[in-house]
């Protein structure tokens, strides 16, 4: 009976990727030294900031936009300052950029946080007072702070052009002849490498998904599927939700279908069925508003109500499989 187990077990590992994957100890590379992080810069606006370089941006430039909060969000270019400095410790967020695993986005805001080295192929921040991140989760896995969790912010990724256009006025950092272009990186950190393990057989490693967490639960989706379509409806444990993809700077980000009001307006929350809508918009059947990617009711009659985020992050399979080992796969 034992030999017949033993012999069984490689049949069940393939079958089940992931069981083989939580059975490796995670590999901790630390090569703190790797990214300088950029702590608190001096903040502009984004129509201030295309006229001083605008030289030196491109429509086409990538940028990690966070979508709420004064001034509608802002956001931040990739070239000059996501790839050369990898951590930003600001007073808007903490905002992170791991190349190798294909993902961007931001965490409550702190001034404490470096660029440490790699884990399970993730990028891994450090805080002053020693604990140890995951830049995927903003869970804490060694140090003072242990097994807790960072607090996301909703953020997405963009194209400097698109946001320009619908957000002008929103947050831009102050790009001073200092901030230089550094083109995005071709070649994988040796030390992103050396710290993986086993992938998940069900996905090639690389393939780009938006992974979506909710606490305990966890989905991945493949962006080829959300290319043929942009408007996706799932759900994640007992919650609905939508995912919404934008063709032109090949974008996803999930929400709940509940809205909220602007500041100064009383109002309660409501829920709202989305549809597609003309030009890479969406529309709620209540009221017929349009609302964009961000999530933003942008005309009718909720404009400047804002949908609920849902924590969602475009990033490579073998990355979103390694930290969340449980992950159901959306086909």
Not at 213 to 233: S, T, V, W, Y
Not at 244 to 271: D, H, M, N
Not at 307 to 317: F, G, I, K, N, P
Request: include cysteine; proline fraction near 7%; charged fraction near 25%.
């Amino acid at each position: 009976m034992r030999a017949l187990l033993f012999l069984c077990l490689p049949l069940v590992l393939l079958a089940f990727p992931a069981l083989a994957q939580q059975t490796t100890e995670p590999i901790l590379v630390s090569k703190p030294g790797a990214f300088k992080a950029l702590v608190n810069p001096n903040c502009s606006h984004c129509r201030d900031e295309a006229k001083r370089r605008a030289k030196d941006l491109r429509g086409d430039d990538r940028v990690l936009c966070w979508i709420r909060g004064y001034s509608d969000g802002g956001a931040i270019p990739f070239r000059f300052f996501l790839v050369p400095y990898r951590v930003i410790s600001d007073t808007y967020g903490v905002f992170v950029f791991d190349a190798d695993a294909g993902f961007a986005r931001g965490f409550e805001k702190s001034l404490d946080f470096d660029f440490h080295g790699w884990r399970n192929g993730v990028m891994v921040m450090k805080h002053k007072d020693g604990t140890l991140y995951s830049c995927l989760t903003g869970k804490a896995f060694a140090g003072p702070k242990k097994g807790t969790r960072l607090k996301t912010i909703p953020t997405l990724v963009s194209d400097w052009g698109a946001w320009l256009k619908n957000y002008p006025q929103a947050v831009a950092y102050h790009m001073f002849d200092k901030y230089q272009p550094v083109e995005m990186p071709t070649k994988i950190e040796p030390g992103s490498v050396k710290s993986r393990g086993p992938v998940d057989g069900r996905l090639p490693a690389e393939t780009p998904i938006l992974g979506v967490a909710d606490g305990e639960h966890a989905r991945a989706i493949p962006l080829d599927i959300l290319a043929k379509k942009n408007l996706l409806h799932d759900t994640i444990g007992d919650k609905k939700y939508v995912v919404l993809w934008y063709a032109p700077t090949g974008t996803a980000a999930a929400y709940l279908p509940l809205a909220q009001p602007p500041e100064k307006v009383k109002a309660e929350r409501r829920s709202l069925s989305l549809v597609s809508g003309k030009d890479g918009t969406w529309l709620d059947k209540e009221t017929g508003s349009t609302w964009d990617i961000a999530g933003r009711a942008v005309a009718g009659k909720l404009t400047g109500w804002t949908l609920t985020w849902l924590d969602s992050t475009q990033v490579r399979w073998f990355a979103w499989a390694a930290e969340y080992p449980k992950t159901m796969l959306y086909r």
